[in-house]
């Protein structure tokens, strides 16, 4: 029923930028809080970013605090991660979810690499 498509990682060096999308389908997008989550190989997946639908409330993880920016498009049903000075820590596959929904798509990797 929801379908989640992740999409824009790559490879890129430190302090790099990449922009991730996540084209979304299967629910009422406009009216979903929607999260950005990732997983690094060895580790448990951790929350990255949260949007309110209106996409008025934001809220990050310390981490990336400053370096990244959630939004969201309700017209085109996709979300949107814009990732800043990239560090290696960063490097993981990147996940969007349906906020209290239990689904998850491919996701997309995102490599921070010299």
């Known amino acids: 029923q929801v379908q989640l498509v992740e999409s824009g990682g790559d490879l890129v060096q430190p302090g790099g930028s990449l922009r991730l999308s996540c084209a979304a389908s299967g629910f009422p997008f406009s009216s979903y809080f929607m999260n950005w989550y990732r997983q690094a190989l060895g580790k448990e997946r951790e929350f990255v970013a949260l949007?309110?639908?209106?996409?008025?409330?934001?809220n990050y993880a310390d981490s990336v605090k400053g370096r990244f920016t959630v939004s969201g498009d309700n017209a085109k049903n996709t979300l949107y991660l814009q990732m800043n000075r990239l560090k290696t820590e960063d490097t993981a596959v990147y996940y969007c979810?349906?906020?209290?929904?239990?689904?998850w798509g491919q996701g997309t990797q995102v490599t921070v690499s010299s």
């Open positions: 949007i309110s639908n209106t996409g008025t409330f934001t």
């Open positions: 979810k349906v906020n209290l929904v239990p689904h």
